[in-house]
Every structure is written in structure tokens, then in C-alpha cells.
């Protein structure tokens, strides 16, 4: 079994963050090399004596046994180790400590890791870079185990007494544990000294995606929208996924940028990336909201027909509210229709009523102005006897549409509009009575 390296895969949720999962621990030292490892420290320690080459040899064994799968025996072999203790140095022992440490973290019990890594730095005598690799390994293990506090503490120690300029994704581990210690502005700080020393052959790189969601969350903790909002532009130029644009979307209707996040929200069904209800729907909102009805109604018609948008109740009557809008009455009309049976009330009955009138189709008018009325619970039930009126007047019906606007003046909200109706009806009906008496007198 070989020394094994920790790698951290970040998962994120929304604009929150989840913590990484550690998959693998990067150990100090392995038999191999254990004879070999005694570079010049960083920190005060004491003369590192020589591994001995019996103690050596069972080292070895331990290991052997352990890479052809079985750890229970490796342990075995380390526990006779373990008897003569006495008779070992600091750096054996180390060394010993070590090897249990990389046994069970191999056999999944992180406790007993994090024991026996516990007692390797408690020795003064050791090889530095041992040193700094178990203070790392113990670092990441406490992050493992939720222990955050604790895990700084590790690594701010490792960090203190290691001599060699950190790298970028030491920079991101300690973002990450401090935005899991709710310390947001550490997490940024330690983000931006990440993609400062992000260096591949002396070319700084772009910064790595998950580095870009840890810094959104942190920046989203401490409820900094336009910071949320930059990082997020930066995804979408770097990584380009489809939640990226719509998360921009919502952002840019956060910070009061309507036009950015209509803008962006259009873009990205343009490119395929909207492909849930929600996201058409709000897409056909805010062309509503920006006086593009009839692009509303277009999105939603077609999401509808792909069924992405259930058509119910709500989705139609928006979709008709934008044709309406959009003076688009012939294409609001079959709308309203769906509508109307679904609905328990006269609601859309009314607005059928009102499309009709509009297209000047009298007779619709006012069969769907008396259902909406039979059907009942409007918001203004004058609205209709008006319908009324006007159609059976172009129709030539005076008394029905006198009948419709005397109604209609019992009604405050409109019976003002009623009441001239009635008045320019009641001429109008004199002056055609006239002129048909005057024709029959011919």
C-alpha cells in the first residue's frame, strides 16, 4: 500500500457551500524512506538519531503485509514492534506511531488516526518534513471530523513552522476551513492569496472553480450581493454552465439590475441553458416587466407546447395578459378559452369578453360577458354590463344595451363610463327612430 494524497472535491449547492469531502490523507513518511527523510528543520528540534536496520526490517515487514490487503496482521506485526519500545529511539518510535496512523486511516477508523498522528508530533526528534506532513494530515482529518477549531489550529502550526512558500491549494484548505468556522472574510482573504499563487510554469492560471464557489458563499454569508454578483460573472466566463448564468440572472435582480438580468436571463435561453419551469416563467415575467409582452407570451407558449410549463390556471392567464398586452387579442383568445374551463369562476369568461370586444366580435362579446356573470366572483362585475352595452349598441340592440348601462349605473366603479353611455345610446336611438319615421313619411 503506497503513502496516499489528499485530494479535496468541493461540492456546491446554490450559492451555499458544502464542505469538501477528503477522500485520501498525504502521510509524512513511508518505510522506504523513512531512513532518508532528515532534512534541515524549520523548527527547534532535537539531534534526530538514526533508524536502526532491525527496526528497519520490521518496519518493512509491517508494510509488505499491509500493501497485499491485510491490515489487521500489518497492525499485528506493529504491535510486537511496539514490546520492545524501550529499546527504541525517538525517530523509530515516530516513525512506529506514524505507521499505526497510516494503518488505520487505510482500515477507516479515524480516531485511532488521529491518536497515533497525535503522538508523532509530540516528539521532538523527528525529521521536520514528517513533522509538517502529520501536523497537515491532522488538519485535514479534524476537517473530516467536523473538529474546525481544532483544524486551524493544526494547520496554522504546520503553517508556522513551514519554511517553503505555500502553494495556491494550501491557501484554498485554509479558505475552506474557515469559511466552515464561519470566519467569511478569512475564507476570502485566503481565496485571493490562492489565486495569487495559482502558478503553473510561472504563469498565473485562472482561478479554479471551486475556489470561485467558496468565495460566492463566503461573500453571500456576509450578505454582499455585488461581491456575489462579480464572482458569479466570473464563473460564467471561466466555466460557463448553465446554473451559472441563471444564478447571474437572480443576482442581477438582487442588486437592482433589471436590465443586466433580463439581458442575461435571455442569453441564456437563447442558449438552451433554461430548461425548468420556473426559470421560462420568470423569463416570461420579466419581459412582462419590461414591456415585451409579447415576448412573455411567446416563452411561455412555447415552453407550454414543449411541456416544460404545466398549463394551468396561473401560466394562461399570464400568457393571455401578454398577448392582450401585445394587442395580440386573436392568440389570447384560445387562451382564455383553456382558461375559462378550467377556472371555478367567471374571471376569464370576463377577460374573453373584453378580447372579444376588442375584435369588434359582438355576438362572443356578449355570450361570454353573461357567463362571466352567471359564473360570478369578478373583480368588477360592471365591466361586463358595460361589455354588454357597447356590443348590443354596435349590433343595433338599443334597448338591450340601455337595459346593460342602467344596470352598470348602479355600480360606483363604473358608473360614471355608464351613465354617458346610457345617455349617447338613448340619443342615438332617438335620431335612428327619426330617420326611420322620416323614411317610412317618404
Known amino acids: 500500500m503506497k503513502a496516499k494524497k489528499l485530494i479535496l472535491s468541493v461540492l456546491s449547492a446554490s450559492l451555499v457551500y458544502q464542505m469538501p469531502l477528503i477522500s485520501d490523507l498525504s502521510f509524512g513518511t513511508n518505510v522506504a524512506s523513512a531512513q532518508a527523510e532528515q532534512a ?10 538514526t533508524m ?3 527496526v528497519y526490517t520490521q518496519f518493512a515487514r509491517a508494510q509488505k503485509i499491509a500493501d497485499e490487503g491485510d491490515i489487521p496482521k500489518g497492525i499485528q506485526v506493529l504491535d510486537e514492534v511496539q514490546e520492545r519500545i524501550s529499546s527504541m529511539n525517538d525517530y ?6 506514524n505507521f499505526y496512523g ?6 477507516e477508523d479515524l480516531d485511532k488516526t488521529i491518536e497515533y498522528f497525535s503522538k508523532v508530533v509530540e516528539i521532538e526528534a523527528i525529521p521536520n518534513n514528517l513533522y509538517l506532513s502529520t501536523l497537515y494530515s491532522l488538519g485535514q482529518l479534524a476537517m473530516q471530523q467536523g473538529k474546525y477549531d481544532k483544524a486551524i489550529e493544526y494547520l496554522t502550526l504546520w503553517r508556522d513552522n513551514n519554511p517553503k512558500r505555500m502553494l495556491a491549494s494550501q491557501y484554498a484548505l485554509f479558505a475552506q476551513v474557515y469559511y466552515q468556522d464561519k470566519q467569511y472574510q478569512k475564507t476570502i482573504d485566503n481565496i485571493v492569496l490562492a489565486r495569487e499563487n495559482n502558478f503553473v510554469a510561472d504563469v498565473l492560471q485562472p482561478p479554479k472553480e471551486n475556489w470561485l464557489i467558496l468565495q460566492r458563499a463566503a ?12 464572482v458569479i460573472e466570473e464563473l460564467v466566463r471561466y466555466y460557463d454552465k448553465p446554473e451559472y448564468w441563471i444564478q447571474l440572472g437572480g443576482m442581477y435582480g438582487e442588486i437592482g439590475q433589471e436590465k443586466k438580468q433580463l439581458g442575461i436571463m435571455e442569453a441564456a435561453w437563447q442558449a438552451g441553458y433554461l430548461k425548468k419551469s ?25 415552453a407550454i407546447a414543449q411541456g416544460i410549463v404545466v398549463a394551468d390556471v396561473k401560466r394562461l392567464e399570464l400568457m393571455a395578459q401578454s398577448y392582450v398586452m401585445a394587442k395580440e387579442d386573436e392568440k389570447a383568445i384560445p387562451v382564455l378559452i383553456k382558461a375559462a374551463k378550467i377556472a371555478e ?22 355570450a361570454s360577458a353573461e357567463t362571466a356573470l352567471e359564473r360570478g366572483e369578478l373583480a368588477n362585475e360592471g365591466n361586463m354590463y358595460l361589455v354588454l352595452g357597447m356590443s348590443n349598441f354596435n349590433l343595433k340592440n338599443f334597448d338591450q344595451a340601455l337595459t346593460a348601462f342602467t344596470k352598470a349605473q348602479d355600480l360606483p366603479k363604473v358608473a360614471k363610463t355608464a351613465k354617458q353611455w346610457h ?13 326611420a319615421l322620416l323614411s317610412a313619411g317618404n
Open 40 to 49: 534541515a528543520p524549520a523548527r527547534k528540534t532535537k539531534k534526530i538519531p
Open 52 to 54: 536502526r536496520n532491525k
Open 92 to 97: 523509530e518510535i515516530a516513525t512506529m506511531w
Open 102 to 107: 497510516f494503518l488505520h486511516y487505510a482500515n
Open 219 to 230: 461573500y453571500y454569508s456576509l450578505k454582499q450581493p455585488e461581491k456575489v454578483t462579480e
Open 278 to 302: 420556473s426559470e421560462l416563467v420568470m423569463l416570461s415575467q420579466l419581459y412582462l416587466y419590461h414591456e415585451l409582452p409579447y415576448k412573455a407570451a411567446k416563452v411561455l407558449d412555447d
Open 345 to 366: 369562476n367567471g374571471k376569464y369568461d370576463a377577460q374573453l369578453a373584453q378580447a372579444y370586444l376588442n375584435l369588434e366580435k359582438w355576438d362572443l362579446a356578449i
Open 423 to 435: 345617455a349617447y345610446v338613448s340619443k342615438e336611438k332617438n335620431y335612428q327612430e327619426q330617420v
